[in-house]
C-alpha cells in the first residue's frame, strides 16, 4: 500500500530536512513542474486528478485554480497554505506540519506556479510552535537552494514566501476570514462573489488551499492523475489522513486508502473501543459534522460514501462517542465551542448559538423542558444553509440535528429525571 | 510610548505589507511580547504609529483570544475543553489546576505566577487531555503528571 504523504515521516527522529527530503526525491516536482510544463498543464493535471480539498468543503482543487485569471502579465496573485488546523479533533495537519514541511514548501512552489503567484504565506495556527520552527527553518533552506526567491532554477518563476502565525479563533480557518485576518483585521468573513481566486488578499486574486491538499500536489506532477486515483479505493481519487481519538485502545493518524471503511479505521488501526466501553457513534470528520452510529460502520470513508450516508468527511479525523461519555453534555460541549468562536457578523449565527448552548446546559443540569427540544429543532433550521454568513452555525447544526435524531431518548431522560444520568 | 526596539520590530513588519494597517496584528504581537499584555496606554501608542485610530485597534485586540487586554501571569496555562478532551476527562484535570492553584478560568493567581484559561481544541486530540503552558505542550495529562509540571514554572 502506498503512502505517499507519510511515507518519509519517522517521528522517532527529527523531521526531514532539506538533504533528506531531496534524497529521497524531493524537489521532483519543482523541477518537472517549472522547467517543463506550462502553468495551465499542471492545474489541468491537478484538475484531472480530481485532488479534493482536504480542509473539509472537498471542492476540487484543480477546479478552483482554474478560476483565477491567467491574462494579465505581472499581475500580483498570491498562495496561501492554510494551516490553521482548529477544527476540533482534527490534529493531521499538524504531523504534516511536523514531520514534512518541505513537502508542503514544494506542493506550495508548484501550486503557486500554477496559477502565477509571486507571493505565499504559510497561514500557521500559533499552539503549533514545533511546526513554526521547522517551516521558518525549512523557508530558510529553501531560498538558500534556490527554490525560493528570484528565477527559480533558472525558469524566471519568482516566489517569496512568509510564515504568519495566528493569534486565536477558529474563524480564521474560513478562508476569507483567513485573508481579513492577513490584512490585520478581525476575522469575519467575507461575501462571495468575489471569490478569492478572483478578489482575494489586498483584493488581488488568490488561492487558500489546505496543507493536506498542498503536500499531495508534488505527487500528483511526479505520478500522473491515474496513479493518484488507482491509489483510493473508490472514486474519491487518492489516500486520506485518517485519525481517531476518544475511547479507543491506540488512537492516532494513518495514511490510508480514500474509501477505508470506519469499521476497520476503529477496529484494526485504533485497537477496537476500551475494555468496557461500547461505541455509540461518531462525528466522522470534526466537530461540524454529523453523526453517525452503528449502522454505518460500514461506510466508506470518502466524500461521496459519508455524504450518502447524512454526514460530511470533513477533515476524516473521528471522535468517537462511548457509552460512559453523555451525548447531552457532548454535543453541549459542541456548542460551547461554537457559540465562542462565532464571529458576530451575522445575527442568527450570532444570537443562535449562544441560545442553543445555553438550552442544552439547561437540559444537561435537569432543568429543560420537552419544549425545548422544539426550540432546539427550531435552530437547526434557522441557522442551517443559506441562512447565514458563513458556514459556522451550519456547521455548528450538523452534530445537534443528527444528536437529537440519534440520541433522542437521552435528551428525554435528563428531562424527564431532572438530571443527567451520566453524573 | 514605544520602545526603540518595539518600534523597529514593527516598522520591520510594516515594511513586508502593502497597507500599513495590515502589519497591525504583528504590532500587537510584538508589544504583547514585550509587555506581557496590552493596556490601553500601548494601545494608544501602537494605533498612533500604525496610523489607526484607537478603537480601530482595539476591535481587532479583542478579536482574537490571545492578544491579553488585561494583565496575565509570568506563565499562562492554557487547558483544551473542546471535544476529544471533553470525552477523555479534562474536566477532572480543571478541577486539579482549581485545588492546585485556587482560581479559575480566566483568573490569574495573587502572586502572578499563572494565569489559567480556556483554550479550544490544541490538535493533540490522540493524546488528550491536553494542555499547554507558555510554549509547551503537554498531552496524556493526569493529576500526578501536573503536579510535576507545574513545578517546572516558576
Known amino acids: 500500500m502506498e503512502r505517499p504523504l507519510t511515507q518519509h515521516i519517522n517521528f522517532n527522529r527529527t523531521s526531514l530536512n532539506l538533504k533528506d527530503y531531496v534524497s529521497v526525491g524531493g524537489y521532483q516536482a519543482v523541477h518537472k513542474a517549472l522547467k517543463s510544463m506550462a502553468p495551465q ?168 488551499n489546505n496543507v493536506e491538499t498542498l503536500s499531495n500536489i508534488p505527487h500528483i506532477i511526479n505520478n500522473g492523475p491515474d496513479w493518484f486515483k488507482a491509489l483510493s479505493l473508490t472514486s474519491d481519487a487518492g489516500t486520506k489522513l485518517y485519525g481517531i481519538s476518544g475511547k479507543v485502545n491506540k488512537p492516532g493518524l ?170 | 510610548m514605544l520602545s526603540k526596539e518595539e518600534i523597529r520590530s514593527i516598522d520591520h513588519e510594516i515594511a513586508l505589507v502593502p497597507v500599513r494597517r495590515a502589519a497591525c496584528i504583528e504590532a500587537l504581537k510584538i508589544v504583547q511580547h514585550h509587555r506581557g499584555w496590552i493596556s490601553d496606554e500601548s494601545l494608544h501608542a501602537i494605533a498612533a504609529h500604525m496610523e489607526m485610530s484607537a478603537e480601530e485597534l482595539d476591535s481587532v485586540a479583542t478579536f482574537y483570544n490571545l492578544i491579553f487586554r488585561k494583565p496575565v501571569g509570568r506563565n499562562i496555562i492554557l487547558l483544551c475543553d473542546s471535544i476529544s478532551c471533553y470525552v477523555m476527562g479534562y474536566e477532572k484535570i480543571y478541577e486539579h489546576l482549581q485545588t492546585l492553584l485556587h482560581i479559575k478560568f480566566g483568573e490569574t493567581t495573587p502572586d502572578y505566577r499563572f494565569t489559567l484559561l480556556p483554550n479550544p481544541c490544541l490538535g493533540s486530540c490522540d493524546h488528550a487531555p491536553t494542555l499547554m503552558i507558555n510554549q509547551d505542550t503537554y498531552r496524556d495529562l493526569t493529576n500526578e503528571k501536573l503536579d510535576d509540571i507545574l513545578k517546572e514554572y516558576k
Open chain 1, 254 to 423: 494513518w495514511e490510508l486508502p480514500m474509501g477505508t471503511t470506519i469499521r476497520e479505521l476503529i477496529e484494526e488501526h485504533a485497537g477496537g473501543m476500551k475494555k468496557g466501553f461500547k461505541f455509540r457513534g461518531a462525528l466522522p470528520g470534526g466537530a461540524s459534522t454529523d453523526f453517525l452510529v452503528e449502522e454505518h460502520l460500514d461506510v466508506k470513508m470518502d466524500y461521496k460514501s459519508v455524504s450518502a450516508a447524512g454526514s460530511r468527511l470533513g477533515t476524516g479525523t473521528m471522535i468517537i462517542l462511548d457509552d460512559h461519555t453523555c451525548p447531552v453534555g457532548f454535543v453541549h460541549n459542541l456548542e460551547h465551542f461554537f457559540a465562542q468562536e462565532s464571529c458576530g457578523w451575522c445575527t442568527p449565527c450570532r444570537e443562535g448559538l449562544p441560545w442553543t448552548e445555553r438550552i442544552l446546559l439547561s437540559i444537561e443540569n435537569g432543568e429543560g423542558r420537552m419544549e425545548d427540544l422544539d426550540l432546539l429543532e427550531m435552530h437547526t433550521h434557522h441557522l442551517g444553509p443559506g441562512n447565514t454568513f458563513c458556514a459556522l452555525a451550519p456547521g455548528a447544526m450538523e452534530p445537534l440535528q443528527s444528536g437529537l435524531k440519534y440520541f433522542r431518548e437521552d435528551f428525554e431522560k435528563h428531562i424527564n429525571e431532572k438530571k443527567c444520568p451520566w453524573r
Open chain 1, 41 to 208: 498543464d499542471v492545474t489541468k493535471m491537478v484538475q484531472e486528478a480530481d485532488l479534493k480539498g482536504r480542509g473539509g468543503a472537498g471542492f476540487n482543487t484543480g477546479m478552483k485554480w482554474s478560476f483565477v485569471p491567467m491574462n494579465e502579465v505581472g499581475q500580483i496573485k498570491y498562495l496561501i497554505a492554510n494551516a490553521d488546523e482548529m477544527e476540533p479533533g482534527t490534529f493531521k495537519d499538524r504531523m504534516l506540519l511536523e514531520g514534512n514541511p518541505h513537502q508542503l514548501i514544494e506542493g506550495m512552489i508548484v501550486s503557486a506556479f500554477a496559477i502565477q503567484a509571486n507571493i505565499s504565506y504559510v497561514f500557521l495556527r500559533w499552539a503549533y510552535k514545533k511546526a513554526a520552527w521547522l517551516i521558518e527553518h525549512a523557508i530558510a533552506e529553501a531560498y538558500a537552494a534556490g527554490y525560493l526567491g528570484k528565477n527559480i532554477l533558472g525558469s524566471r518563476f519568482n516566489l517569496e514566501m512568509h510564515l504568519h502565525t495566528g493569534i486565536g479563533r477558529y474563524m480564521c480557518g474560513e478562508e476569507t476570514a483567513l485573508l481579513n485576518a492577513l490584512e490585520g483585521k478581525r476575522a469575519t468573513p467575507r461575501a462571495k462573489p468575489p471569490f478569492p481566486q478572483v478578489s482575494g488578499l489586498f483584493g488581488k486574486p488568490t488561492i487558500v
